[in-house]
C-alpha cells in the first residue's frame, strides 16, 4: 500500500482540498466507467464488490472535503478507511496529478507487477515509475515514449487503453482516463480469466463442441479465404461427407455411442489431411473437408480413398465395435463455381448424388444433379401421395427348385405406377423412402399386403418380403410382423423376410436382437444381395439364417473365367454345413443354371423362369403348376 494512515499526504490544505476533489471524482469516474460495463454485461460478484467499494471511496473522498468539520482523530479514520477501500479494489489504481506524480496509488498495482512500495509512491513521477517496471521486467518499451504518448492524450482529454503482459504471463488492460480538474486516473485489471473466457467463446462460436473440429461458419470463412488465395492453373476441392445410417447407430446403441463415433470420425478425418487442407463439422453427421490447394482431381480421389478406408476401419466405442461407411459429394474450383455458396450448394448436390447411388460411395459434382435432386424431391412429396392413394402394388417373382423347377416361394417386389413417368423402379424410390423415413410406412404396406397374397397360395408356397436396415430401427418391427400375420392367418413358417448385410454391418445388438425376436415369432430369415457391399463371409456366421441369396453380379459371370464361380462354390459349401438354403439371383440363362447345379445351388431366382409379375398373375402360374404337378402323379 503506497499511502499509509500514518503517511502525510502531500502538500498543504490546499493541496489536500484539491486531492480529495480528485478523489471524488475519480470515484465518480470509477463507478461510472464499472457501471458502463454493467450495462452490457452481466453482473458477476467480483464487479459487486468493485462498484461497493468504488461507491466507498467515493463516500470517504466526500468526507474528507468535509474535513474542516473533522476532528484530527476522524481525519485520521477517514484516512484508513480510504487506505481500506483503495487496497481492496481488485484492480490496479494509480491516480496521477497534472504534472503526472502519482497521488495514490495501491496495493494491488504493486502486487501485478511486482513493484516496490518505495519506489512507487505518492509523490514519485510517472517516469519513474514506469523506469521501474522497466528494471523489474514488467515493461520493455521506450519509457520517454511511452509516457510522453499518454500524458499527451489526456492532457488533450482523451482516455488510453493499452493491453500489457505481467510476469507470468497474465493479460493486463491499463485505461487512463483524463479528471476535469487535471490529473488522471489509471486503472489496471487483470484480464486474463476474461480474455480466456472470450477467446472460450470465440473458440465456441468457430468450432464444434463435441469434435473441436472448425464449425460451418469457420468453413466458411477458411473457404472464403482459400478461394481468394488461389492462383492461376491451381484448383481446390470442397468434400461434404455424410456418415452412412448413422441415425441407427444412435438410435440403437445410444446418443454417448453416436457421440464417440463421431469424435473417431473426426480424429481420423484430421489424420488424412495435409496441414493446408482443413476439416469441418457441419452439424449431424454431416462433414466436410476442403483440400486446397491441388493440381487435379486424381489428388481428390486419392483423398477420398483415403478417407474411406479410414473411416471403414472399426470404430471400438465403449466397448462396442462399430463398422461404418461414408458418401462423399465432391466440388472442384474453380471448375464448379468460384462463388462460395455455389461450391457448398454443388457438393452438397454431389453428396445426394452419392447417397442416391446407394451410398458407400463418392460422386464429383456433375450439371444436372440439381435437376435430379429436385426430382427426386418431388418424388418424395409424390410416394408420399402414393402410398395412401393405391398406386403402388407389389409384384410377385417365383424361387424356383434348380433340381425339380417347384416353385418354393415368390418374392414380393414393390412397384409404382406413376401416372405420368410410368413404372418407377424400386431401386429409385426405396432410397427415396428411406432417406425421408417413409420406409417403414412403405415396408408395413408390403408386409401386409405380401401376406394376404399368399394367404391364397398353395400351402408349401412362401413368401418373401425385403426389409430395409432402416426398419429395423424400429422397436416394433417385430410386432408389425407378428400383426401381419395374424390379420390375415398366415403361419409364421411361410414367411421369409430378407435382409441385406447392412443390417450386421455394425456391431449392433439391438439388430441382432430384433432378428432373433423375429426368428421365435417363427419367421424364416434370409441373407439378400450377398456378395454385394463388403460381402464378409463372417456375417454368416453371426446369425444362423435359413437362406443366403448370392447375389446377381456373381451369377452373370459364373461362366467367365473370374472367380464368380469358386465364390459361389465357397458359399454353397458354408451353406450347406450350417444347414442354410442357397438362392442364386439373376439366372437368366440355361448354362447359368447348370452351372449352379453342378456347384450344389438350391434355388434360383431370375428372368431364365419368370421376372416379377402381378399377383393375378402369380395365383394363374402357381394353378397351373399344382395342375401339371397333380397330372405328372
Ligand atoms: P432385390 O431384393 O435384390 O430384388 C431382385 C431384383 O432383381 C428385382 O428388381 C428383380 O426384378 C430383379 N431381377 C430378378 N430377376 C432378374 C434377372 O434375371 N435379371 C435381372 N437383370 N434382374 C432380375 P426390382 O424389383 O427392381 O427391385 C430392386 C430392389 O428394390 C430389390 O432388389 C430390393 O432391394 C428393393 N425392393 C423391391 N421391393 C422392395 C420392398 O418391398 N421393400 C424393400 N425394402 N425393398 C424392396
Ligand atoms: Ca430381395
Ligand atoms: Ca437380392
Given at each position: 500500500m503506497s499511502i499509509e494512515s500514518d503517511q502525510k499526504l502531500p502538500g498543504g490544505p490546499a493541496d489536500k482540498a484539491g486531492l480529495f476533489t480528485l478523489l471524488a471524482v475519480c470515484a465518480v469516474v470509477l463507478a461510472a466507467a464499472v457501471l458502463a460495463q454493467f450495462a452490457v454485461s452481466t453482473w458477476s460478484i467480483r464487479e459487486r464488490v468493485l462498484l461497493a467499494l468504488v461507491a466507498a471511496l467515493a463516500a470517504v473522498a466526500g468526507h474528507l472535503l468535509r474535513r474542516d468539520r473533522l476532528t484530527d482523530r476522524r481525519l485520521v479514520a477517514e484516512r484508513r478507511q480510504l487506505s481500506i477501500a483503495v487496497n481492496n479494489i481488485p484492480q490496479g489504481l494509480v491516480l496521477y496529478d497534472a504534472s503526472a506524480r502519482i497521488i495514490i496509488c495501491n496495493q494491488p498495482y504493486l502486487d501485478m507487477f511486482g513493484l516496490s512500495p518505495d519506489v512507487a509512491k505518492p509523490g514519485c513521477t510517472m517516469q519513474r515509475l514506469i523506469a521501474h517496471r522497466k528494471e523489474t521486467g514488467s515493461f520493455d518499451g521506450d519509457v520517454d515514449a511511452f509516457c510522453n504518448a499518454i500524458i499527451q492524450k489526456v492532457s488533450l482529454g482523451k482516455a488510453t487503453r493499452q493491453l500489457t503482459e505481467a510476469p507470468g504471463g497474465r493479460a493486463i488492460e491499463i485505461i487512463n482516463r483524463p479528471l476535469k480538474g487535471g490529473g488522471w486516473v489509471a486503472t489496471i485489471e487483470d484480464i486474463t480469466e476474461r480474455k480466456r473466457a472470450e477467446e472460450k467463446i470465440a473458440h465456441l462460436a468457430h468450432y464444434d463442441?463435441?469434435?473441436?473440429l472448425p464449425n460451418r461458419i469457420l468453413l466458411r470463412e477458411r473457404l472464403e479465404h482459400s478461394l481468394t488465395a488461389m492462383r492461376p492453373g491451381e484448383q481446390l476441392a470442397v468434400l461434404y461427407i455424410d456418415i452412412d445410417e448413422f441415425k441407427s447407430v444412435n438410435d440403437a446403441l445410444g446418443h454417448p455411442i453416436g457421440d464417440e463415433l463421431l469424435k473417431g470420425v473426426a480424429d481420423r478425418l484430421r489424420g488424412c489431411l495435409r496441414e493446408t487442407d482443413v476439416a469441418a463439422r457441419l452439424g449431424g453427421d454431416e462433414f466436410a473437408v476442403i483440400q486446397t490447394p491441388i493440381k487435379d482431381r486424381s489428388e481428390t480421389t486419392r483423398l477420398v480413398a483415403e478417407i474411406h478406408s479410414a473411416i471403414r476401419q472399426p470404430f471400438e466405442c465403449m466397448g462396442h465395435l462399430i463398422t461404418t461407411d461414408a458418401s462423399i459429394g465432391i466440388a472442384l474450383a474453380p471448375s464448379d463455381g468460384v462463388d462460395l455458396d455455389q461450391l457448398l450448394r454443388n457438393a452438397d448436390l454431389a453428396l445426394y448424388g452419392a447417397k442416391g447411388d446407394g451410398r458407400r460411395t463418392y460422386r464429383f459434382f456433375e450439371a444436372g444433379m440439381d435437376q435430379r435432386a429436385k426430382t427426386r424431391r418431388s418424388l418424395e412429396l409424390e410416394l408420399r401421395q402414393a402410398i395412401s392413394d393405391g398406386s403402388l402394388e407389389a409384384y410377385y417373382q417365383p424361387v424356383v427348385n434348380i433340381e425339380d423347377g417347384k416353385i418354393s416361394s415368390c418374392e414380393a417386389l414393390l412397384r409404382w405406377r406413376h401416372p405420368e413417368r410410368g413404372m418407377i423402379s424400386p431401386a429409385e424410390f426405396i432410397p427415396i423412402a428411406e432417406d425421408s423415413g417413409l420406409i417403414d410406412q412403405l415396408g408395413l404396406w408390403v408386409l401386409n399386403a405380401a401376406c394376404a397374397e399368399a394367404v391364397t397360395w398353395p400351402d408349401h408356397v412362401r413368401v418373401a418380403v425385403n426389409v430395409s436396415p432402416m426398419q429395423f430401427r424400429s422397436q416394433s418391427l417385430a410386432l408389425n410382423v407378428a400383426a401381419a400375420l395374424a390379420a390375415c392367418g398366415l403361419p409364421a413358417s411361410r414367411l421369409e423376410l430378407e435382409i441385406t448385410e447392412a443390417v450386421l454391418i455394425r456391431d449392433d445388438e439391438a439388430a441382432l436382437d430384433m432378428l432373433h425376436q423375429l426368428r421365435k415369432l417363427g419367421v424364416r430369415i434370409a441373407l439378400d444381395d450377398f456378395g454385394t457391399g463388403y460381402s464378409s463371409l463372417s456375417y454368416l456366421l453371426r446369425f444362423p439364417f435359413d437362406k443366403i441369396k448370392i447375389d446377381r453380379s456373381f451369377i452373370r459371370d459364373i461362366a467367365g473365367p473370374g472367380a464368380s464361380s469358386s465364390i459361389v462354390q465357397a458359399v454353397v459349401n458354408i451353406a450347406a454345413a450350417s444347414d442354410m438354403t442357397t438362392t442364386a439371383e439373376g439366372v437368366e440363362t440355361e448354362q447359368q443354371r447348370n452351372l449352379l447345379y453342378i456347384l450344389g445351388c438350391t434355388e434360383m431366382q431370375g428372368y431364365l423362369f419368370s421376372p416379377a409379375i402381378p399377383a393375378a398373375e402369380v395365383r394363374r402360374l402357381l394353378l397351373s403348376h399344382r395342375a401339371r404337378a397333380m397330372s405328372a402323379a
Open positions: 463442441g463435441l469434435t473441436d
